[in-house]
T-cell receptor
Framework: DAMVIQNPRYQVTQFGKPVTLSCSQTLNHNVMYWYQQKSSQAPKLLFHYYDKDFNNEADTPDNFQSRRPNTSFCFLDIRSPGLGDAAMYLC??????????FGPGTRLTVL | GESVGLHLPTLSVQEGDNSIINCAYSNSASDYFIWYKQESGKGPQFIIDIRSNMDKRQGQRVTVLLNKTVKHLSLQIAATQPGDSAVYFCAERMDSSYKLIFGSGTRLLVRP
């Protein structure tokens, strides 16, 4: 089945230790998104790629970076995780702005 | 650790009853709207969408109503089942954008 896959599902890191979350898709969608979601809140868009074009949200901290080496894969890098970065991180894809398909998320814990 | 989240509005319904979840959206230029269902520990799951040139769309057991005059969106779930228990988010897309703006969410609890 075509889908959005996120790895790992659970990630534990130490304060300040860089971490990378990965997302892959078999839908061949040209837009990929990264969201941060905290408990009982709506997903908050961090950035998105339209093909290779990177679009950062104005309020996304510099601590968050992203890479998209090809159509299928997109990575979220957190350079120096703080306690406030503990959250669920959701990857989504869409075909040029239509319905977004979400992955299962990666739950990040910062110790 | 994770900061304490906001308290989600909660709708509690009896199994078998109909549910109506409401959403006020923010931008009159929005042209596309989606309802997502999110179960605990999972990613949001598409339920139904509607474009701004429509005021009603029906799916299996679900209906979305759009009132552009008052910028209001609703999701109706017929014969609500225990498996419908989840958090429901509406989302709007502004014209010519690839981004969705999510509403704050409503938790639906189905009583057996």
């Amino acid at each position: 089945d075509a889908m959005v896959i996120q790895n790992p599902r659970y990630q534990v890191t130490q304060f300040g230790k860089p971490v990378t979350l990965s997302c892959s898709q078999t839908l061949n969608h040209n837009v990929m998104y990264w969201y941060q979601q905290k408990s009982s809140q709506a997903p908050k868009l961090l950035f998105h790629y339209y093909d290779k074009d990177f679009n950062n949200e104005a309020d996304t901290p510099d601590n968050f970076q992203s890479r998209r080496p090809n159509t299928s894969f997109c990575f979220l890098d957190i350079r120096s995780p703080g306690l406030g970065d503990a959250a669920m991180y959701l990857c989504a894809t869409s075909r040029a702005g239509d319905e977004q398909f979400f992955g299962p998320g990666t739950r990040l814990t910062v110790l | 650790g994770e900061s304490v989240g906001l308290h989600l509005p909660t709708l509690s319904v009896q199994e078998g009853d109909n549910s109506i979840i409401n959403c006020a959206y923010s931008n009159s230029a929005s042209d596309y709207f989606i309802w997502y269902k999110q179960e605990s520990g999972k990613g949001p799951q598409f339920i139904i969408d509607i474009r701004s040139n429509m005021d009603k769309r029906q799916g299996q057991r679900v209906t979305v109503l759009l009132n552009k005059t008052v910028k209001h969106l609703s999701l109706q779930i017929a014969a609500t089942q225990p498996g419908d228990s989840a958090v429901y988010f509406c989302a709007e897309r502004m014209d010519s954008s690839y981004k969705l703006i999510f509403g704050s969410g409503t938790r639906l609890l189905v009583r057996p």
